[in-house]
């Protein structure tokens, strides 16, 4: 948990990243930086930790967010979520089951449960599966996976998409349109199409061309590929430097402003 200076109690996030694991927290310092407090949570490959995880039980999760809703430093009533990857769909579906979760920032997420199913008491989410014979070769043996997903069939009411209709506060996608991990613009469409058919407000989608999949904090370095954790192979995730990293300046503005609004704060833009 990183806490900002000065006295308390501060609006808080919980931040979570993909499918590597282990424990990132360099986003989350960041953060304390503009004013909110905010945990770097893991979720496996990390001390006590299941190495791989196989299925996401969203109690975990809501252990976590308890802990920041009675932490003295924390000022309620909601929590803010940032996640990407992987980890904006488990924050997708933490502002799906759980309360007190008053702003959620989606990071490249899909809004689908992927590869593994997603648990919460009587609820579950099943897979959306994926076929690997759909990979392509890009170039110097890496991968291309983009389409690798099974097709959406029935559109924003597949059963396998989060309900995030459910959601108590609002959402913010932030999208890469050369994203090579899934195809994140059109998910989040799908997104907006399913929250608009349940009377919900349109949500807030900021989309960069010639974007990836890895939009981290302004001015770091692209990540244009690496090993995929769950696939074990070198992969692609899309990108031009340039467009890459002034989008990567903007989002994280874009972020701190949405936060400010939902949660309460005065960071330093």
């Not at 430093?73 to 803010?80: A, C, E, T």
């Not at 959601?167 to 349109?177: E, H, T, W, Y």
């Not at 199409?193 to 349940?198: D, M, S």
């Not at 090993?227 to 874009?254: F, T």
Request: glycine share 10%; aromatic share 10%.
């Amino acid at each position: 948990l990183f806490l900002p200076p000065g006295p308390g109690p501060f609006p808080g996030i919980i931040d979570i990243f993909g499918v590597g694991g282990a424990l990132l927290e360099y986003r989350a310092s960041l953060l304390a930086g503009h004013g909110f407090a905010t945990l770097a949570l893991a979720y496996c490959d990390f001390e006590d930790l299941p190495k791989k995880f196989d299925t996401i039980h969203l109690d975990y999760f809501e252990e976590a967010l308890c802990y920041m809703l009675q932490h003295t430093q924390v000022k309620g009533p909601g929590i803010g979520l940032l996640g990407i990857s992987l980890g904006a769909d488990i924050c997708l579906s933490m502002a799906s089951f759980l309360k007190n979760i008053s702003a959620t920032v989606s990071i490249n997420g899909s809004g689908f449960n992927g590869n593994k199913a997603i648990y919460y008491k009587e609820n579950s989410i099943p897979p959306l599966g994926h076929d690997l014979r759909r990979m392509k070769v890009a170039f110097s043996g890496l991968l291309d996976i983009v389409d690798i997903r099974n097709d959406i069939v029935g559109g924003c009411e597949n059963p396998c998409m989060i309900p995030i209709e459910k959601a108590q506060g609002p959402i913010l996608f932030i999208v890469g349109q050369d994203d090579h991990n899934w195809r994140s613009e059109l998910y989040a469409q799908i997104a907006s199409e399913r929250l608009q058919a349940h009377g919900k407000e349109k949500p807030q989608i900021i989309s960069y061309p010639g974007t990836g999949h890895y939009i981290e904090p302004p001015y770091f370095p692209m990540c244009p590929a690496s090993l995929h954790k769950l696939l074990d192979k070198p992969v692609i995730w899309g990108g031009e430097p340039r467009a890459h990293s002034k989008a990567q300046v903007d989002a994280w503005k874009q972020i701190l402003t949405f936060f400010t609004k939902h949660l309460g704060a005065c960071p330093k833009l």
